[in-house]
């Protein structure tokens, strides 16, 4: 399944918003978007000029 987490990132390429599921999710598993968030927080990005950059992050789930 899917699931989309929203996400803000600061000038710093901090990620330090992440909410979710967000439109395009596809699996309301609790557990799924619990570590999708915290994934999403530990990410990094390029540092930027820009205040605040919002986006979103997706990840898929396949079961094996």
């Given at each position: 399944g899917i699931v989309v987490i929203d996400i803000r990132v600061d000038n710093k390429g901090n990620v330090n918003f992440a909410e979710g599921p967000?439109?395009?999710?596809?699996?309301?598993?609790?557990?799924?978007i619990k570590i999708s968030k915290e994934a999403a927080l530990k990410a990094k990005f390029e540092p930027s000029n820009l205040e605040v950059q919002k986006g979103?992050?997706?990840f898929r789930y396949y079961l094996k």
């Open positions: 967000a439109r395009g999710t596809t699996n309301s598993n609790p557990y799924l979103t992050m997706t």
